[in-house]
């Protein structure tokens, strides 16, 4: 029965409000106020002084190489501390949610639902699960747009990523400022991401020569998830976007160091 209510539009957009404010509130409030704010201060005040404590053995910590690994900027400090103390938890925080929209069976139902408003963007609702998956990672959600039945939907969907939808590293600094501020505008940033969404694609729908393909998707069961799925799948790809970001990262503040040391 909940599941006919997720397909129409008179009861699945409140049951989809809904689950965005469920969403809002666990990684916007929670995970961004609280959680992000104890591991920020524990990687600040204990993991910090621990390294640099120990490269001071072998090295002077005013040296260049102290600078560079320990420093303001240091590689092994400032790092470390924004992709663990930072981003982990709320990465963490959102593929565990997305991975609970899946294995409910919510995901294919949200499509559904969507799948009319995405045609006035020359998108079927399957877009919706590339579009809800470049919030955490786009390189991951570009990837996923293979799943769209034409070029020219993956060339929309991959536009309207690029354009219009943060990835983690930059929502994790939005939530964070957004969630100091309250409700209000965190809700007002939304609806300005939106509009430009619904602007570009309809724009994108108009010039782009072709039509919209029919939705043909499978609707599993809704049922309860299973907690070794969502472990697995949510601990997968924190992993994957570690592995993906730390390089870049560590790139970054290593030309900052440099940057300050000369």
Request: aromatic share 10%; glycine share 10%; proline share 5%.
């Amino acid at each position: 029965r909940v599941g006919r209510w997720m397909l129409k539009p008179a009861t699945g957009i409140p049951l989809l409000a809904l689950t965005l404010w469920v969403v809002y509130e666990l990684v916007g409030v929670f995970l961004a106020g609280f959680i992000v704010d104890s591991t920020g201060e524990f990687m600040t005040n204990y993991y910090e002084p621990a390294i640099r404590y120990l490269l001071a053995v072998f090295m002077r910590p005013d040296s260049v190489a102290g600078t560079l690994l320990a420093g303001q900027y240091g590689v092994l400090t400032l790092t470390v501390t924004y992709l663990i103390g930072l981003l982990l938890p709320l990465v963490l925080g959102i593929f565990l949610v997305l991975a609970v929209l899946e294995d409910t069976g919510y995901l294919p139902r949200i499509a559904t639902l969507v799948d009319r408003t995405l045609a006035g963007m020359g998108l079927n609702g399957q877009a919706i699960i590339p579009l809800i998956l470049g919030f955490g990672c786009v390189t991951m959600a570009f990837i996923s747009t293979r799943m769209l039945a034409t070029d020219r939907e993956r060339r929309i969907a991959i536009f309207l990523l690029a354009l219009c939808v943060p990835c983690f590293a930059q929502l994790a600094v939005i939530i964070a400022i957004m969630a100091g501020q309250g409700a209000a505008y965190m809700t007002l940033y939304i609806v300005l991401i939106f509009c430009l969404l619904v602007f570009t694609g309809a724009l994108l729908n108009s010039f782009l020569p072709g039509g919209v393909s029919p939705l043909l998707i499978e609707l599993p069961p809704l049922r309860l998830p299973k907690i070794r799925n969502i472990m697995v799948k949510a601990g997968r790809r924190s992993y994957d976007f570690i592995r993906e970001a730390f390089p870049i990262f560590a790139a970054g503040t290593l030309l900052l160091g440099i940057l300050d040391v000369t």
